[in-house]
């Protein structure tokens, strides 16, 4: 069965950092790629998705990923980060027959300090 | 907005008792997936149902269980509440396919007596 990791658990940063959030995922075969964000009081809601082809890709506010199969890792990254950005991010992947179960990471709390 | 809603917003129960959630796909949506999030956890697969038949489950008891319906909408019904039950449950839509992705609705909080 696959299990997602996110390393950080509460991150803290100041306006116009940069900003790397770590997620590993333990599966031998082709998986799907997620970033999901939780605003405070707002509903879970796709950043961006791996499905194939580029391993860059690239999301909603400036957000990015790059997936690197050799380190079965998904890291998401933002050069410049706003107080906006204050949320939980949650790494989750599915199998390669996709539409299955999202396995999702415990989520990082990220806090922006104006 | 994904279009997916859920309801009731807030619950709350007490222990032994049974709680239905409702929960409203985005149109064009034939597949629907419930999860459960616990306070500062990642949410958990419940189970998902594609065309009104159970598709998979995850590591819940036979207390949850599900329908769906001819629109797609579906019910999550869940048995002899217990504490640990006390959670955020959440819906998810999607098409079916392999690239295909789940929106989320806003969840209904569970509180459990």
Known sequence: AQSVSQHNHHVILSEAASLELGCNYSYGGTVNLFWYVQYPGQHLQLLLKYFSGDPLVKGIKGFEAEFIKSKFSFNLRKPSVQWSDTAEYFCAVTTFFGNEKLTFGTGTRLTIIP | ?113
Do not use: M
């Open chain 2, 1 to 113: 907005e994904t279009g997916v809603t859920q309801s009731p917003t807030h619950l709350i129960k007490t222990r032994g008792q049974q709680v239905t959630l409702r929960c409203s796909s985005q149109s064009g949506h034939n597949t629907v997936s419930w999860y459960q999030q616990a306070l500062g956890q990642g949410p958990q697969f419940i189970f998902q149902y594609y065309r009104e038949e159970e598709n998979g489950r995850g590591n819940f008891p036979p207390r949850f269980s599900g329908l769906q319906f001819p629109n797609y909408s579906s019910e999550l019904n869940v048995n002899a509440l217990e504490l640990d039950d006390s959670a955020l449950y959440l819906c998810a839509s999607s098409s079916s396919g392999r690239e295909e992705t789940q929106y989320f609705g806003p969840g209904t909080r569970l509180l459990v007596l």
